[in-house]
């Protein structure tokens, strides 16, 4: 695994960056408030993740590792991948998108490029009691309770298109049968009730 680099500039692009590391030129993706900091030939220093596929290798690079724990974070959330993460923040702060996941808010979300209505509602539902508001209100907790996860789910699935009774009686079903951990969380509850969905659709497509 690639965590950092730190070496010199060769090449700058509008969505990423070549580091030079021991005679090496690294490709890294970044977003477009790094490559405005990156000059050429002097030196950058870069907290990265390395993605691995069965076609490729893709480095992505944050300057802060606030930005990689989030972009991390953000790979967690159903149907958001690596350049969806990266086109997030570089939308968005990780305060600005710390205070639209406490404040339920996806709208911050919708304006990001490649991001529909869909996934900028799982991005706030699954991203819930993860991410620490920049400025938390006094007494306010983060934490999601285990009793709210239940109606959490509830809710994103009807954002997401699915029948309220349906979806509180899939939500209902499946929490009963998961694990304690499964049940336990809104992003893993969620998972599992649209792995559940999922036959459900596909009847109503062919019905």
Not at 131 to 141: D, E, F, Q, W
Not at 180 to 194: E, I, K, M, Q
Request: glycine residues 10%.
């Amino acid at each position: 695994m690639i965590s950092s680099l730190r070496g010199r500039v060769l090449h700058t692009e509008p969505d990423g960056v070549v580091v030079e590391v021991g005679g090496v030129g690294f490709t890294v993706a970044v977003t477009p408030q790094v490559v405005r900091t990156a000059h050429l030939g002097e030196e950058l220093r870069l907290h990265t993740s390395l993605i691995v596929r069965e076609d490729a290798l893709s480095l992505f690079g944050f300057t802060e590792r606030e930005e990689l724990a989030v972009f991390s974070q953000l790979l967690g959330v159903t149907g958001v991948g690596p350049k969806s993460a990266l086109g997030v923040l570089a939308t968005l702060t990780v305060p600005q998108i710390a205070d639209a996941v406490t404040a339920d808010d996806d709208a911050p979300f919708r304006r990001v490029s490649g991001i529909g209505p869909k996934t900028a509602k799982l991005i706030v539902v699954q991203l819930a009691g993860k991410l620490a508001p920049s400025k938390p209100a006094p007494g306010a907790s983060t934490q999601v309770t285990q009793a709210d996860v239940p109606a959490q789910v509830v809710e994103a699935l009807v954002g997401l298109g699915w029948p309220e009774r349906l979806a509180a009686e899939t939500t209902a079903a499946v929490a009963a049968d998961a694990s304690t951990d499964v049940a336990a969380t809104v992003g893993g509850l969620l998972r599992a009730a649209l792995a559940q969905l999922g036959p459900a659709r596909k009847e109503r497509l062919n019905g």
